[in-house]
Structure formats: C-alpha cells, structure tokens
C-alpha cells in the first residue's frame, strides 16, 4: 500500500546548490503534481503533469524544472537553489476518471541557508 | 481565476461538540466541485470529503458533512462529536474547470484545536 512515495523526506542544501526530489506512484495514475506548502499559503501547484512525457506551469513554477520519467516517476529539480524555496514539498498523483481526489506523498521539508 | 477563502485561522472546540470551519469560493465555472483535506501535525494530507455542484444532497462521511450552499458560495466543513485526534489542519479546494487536468486551488486553511 506505498500510494505516493517521495524522497528525500528532509534535506538542507546551501545557496546555490542543485537538487532532485523524486516522486513515484504505484497506483497507475496519469496525472501527477507538485506543490509547495508555506506558513500561511496553503498549498500552491509548481507543475504538474497530465500523463507521460508531458508536464506544464502551474501556479509557482520559477525556479524550477520537472521530469516525467515514465507513468510511475515524477521529479522537481531545483537548478540553484535560494533561500526562499526553503518550503514543504508535496507530490501527487490522480485517477482520470470520476471526482476523485489527489493522493498525496508525506512531503518533503527543505531547507536553503 | 478561481479563488478560495478560509476565513478562520484558528479554530477551538471542546472534545464531543460539533464544529465548523467555513470555505468560501469564487468560480466561473457552471460545474464545479469542492474537496476537504485534513493535515495532522505530522504533515500528511488526508482527503476527507467531496461535493459536486450538481449533487442533491449535502456529501456526508462518517462524522464529516458539508454545509454546501451555492447562492452563497459556501462549502462549509462540520464535524460532529469532535474528537482529540481531530486537531489538525483542514483545507477546502476547488479543481480547476474541467480541461485543465483536475489543477487544485487551496485555501489557507484552519488550524482547529479539539480541547479536552
């Protein structure tokens, strides 16, 4: 019952520094996500992506870039990263079909200095 | 563009009474719908319930129920016989029209407090 898996779960890097999170699903949706969540924001989309090979903006996507590996893998890459992308970074994934929610990953805490 | 207010910071409940947390939104869209999200301190997202505008009825699950009003633009999230493990965070989100993937919009969210 993995659901929506991410990694790293925690992770500091300094200024300037690169960074790949991973993001992989085992409930064979086509639709994926990425969110980033800061005090007082709720949740906002960075990219997302509506099936393999595909991805697209979302509300807050500079700074960063997205893969979609395949079905399974979704991936957010910070090329430089600055201190205001210290944030808590959520992946989700969706059946097509039908009013169904997002399913989420436990999240990744990231923190630039 | 979509928009969706959560107007309560915080909320306080006693343990076993009912509680409310307020969502308001605004949207073009003639079909549309609402999702509920619960984050415990431990940070996972956990969907509690949905509502579509077209549905004849209030969504119900277990101790969740939405208060859906649409002249008002509500989606109101009650709790009934609030319990300790209920203390989290709660968010109300609305997809994007259709078309555009299922894209959610978060409110800010409310912090509820259940006391004991």
Known sequence: NAGVTQTPKFQVLKTGQSMTLQCAQDMNHNSMYWYRQDPGMGLRLIY????????DKGEVPNGYNVSRLNK??????????????????????????????????DGTRLSIL | AQKIT????????????????????????????????????????????????????????GRYSLNFQKARKSANLVISASQLGDSAMYFCAMPHPRGSNYKLTFGKGTLLTVNP
């Open chain 1, 48 to 55: 997302y992506s509506a099936s393999e090979g595909t991805t």
């Open chain 2, 6 to 61: 959560q107007t309560q910071p915080g909320m306080f409940v006693q343990e076993k009474e009912a509680v409310t947390l307020d969502c308001t939104y605004d949207t073009s869209d003639p079909s549309y719908g609402l999702f509920w999200y619960k984050q415990p301190s431990s940070g996972e997202m956990i969907f509690l319930i949905y509502q579509g505008s077209y549905d004849q009825q209030n969504a119900t699950e």
């Open chain 1, 72 to 105: 399974r893998e979704f991936s957010l890459r910070l090329e430089s990263a600055a201190p205001s992308q210290t944030s808590v970074y959520f992946c989700a994934s969706r059946p097509d079909r039908g009013r169904q929610p997002q399913h989420f990953g």
